[in-house]
């Protein structure tokens, strides 16, 4: 291989380190990287409250709480906090493809069923149905049963009684 010329080095060398520190970012076992989730996203970053309802609200998206609250350790409130950013960009991801409104009315705090895949742990949501989303997710995904439907990514969109719970694995092709 030729050497490259004098003044391409330093660039080389800077793109270098760009490079090794974003795999670093992103490689399961490495020191200070954040953990993999093992499928096909990789990092699981976690977002505040105020990170996601910003973009939550940059992408139209509501939500309520029936506490009027944000405290993610009180049942009745609606907390943001710890959530995945995959599962923000999700329900983005499905407000953009299927041109619905979505209200969220359920995420990260306490009073949730437990689990890996749980609310606590920024893997789910629930939101409001509307004739809109249930025409959406009914003929556009896959029937698994239970009143469950999974896209094509793999979210698993569950229709219980008054509202939709909803699991993002990934961000659903964001």
């Known amino acids: 291989m030729k050497t490259p010329h004098r003044s391409l080095r330093p660039r080389i060398a800077a793109l270098t380190l760009a490079l090794g520190a974003a795999l670093a970012l992103t490689a399961p076992g490495v020191a200070g990287a954040a953990p993999s989730d093992g499928d096909d996203i990789g990092v699981r970053a976690k977002l505040s409250h105020a ?5 939550f609200q940059a992408a139209g998206i509501t939500w309520s709480s029936s506490g009027g609250c944000s405290d993610r350790n009180k049942p009745n409130c609606t907390s943001f906090d710890q959530i995945n950013s995959a599962t923000v960009d999700g329900v983005i991801t499905l407000r953009s493809a299927s041109g619905c409104a979505i209200r969220l009315t359920g995420g990260t705090e306490t009073g949730h069923a437990s689990g890996t895949y749980s609310h606590w742990n920024g893997y789910k949501v629930d939101f409001g149905l509307s004739t809109c989303l249930n025409n959406y ?3 556009t995904f896959t029937s698994i049963g239970g009143s469950k439907w999974q896209s094509g990514s793999g979210n698993i969109y569950y229709k219980e009684g008054n509202h939709w719970d909803v699991t993002y694995h990934n961000c659903g092709g964001c």
């Open 137 to 139: 997710i009914q003929g």
């Open 51 to 55: 990170q996601a309802t910003a973009k």
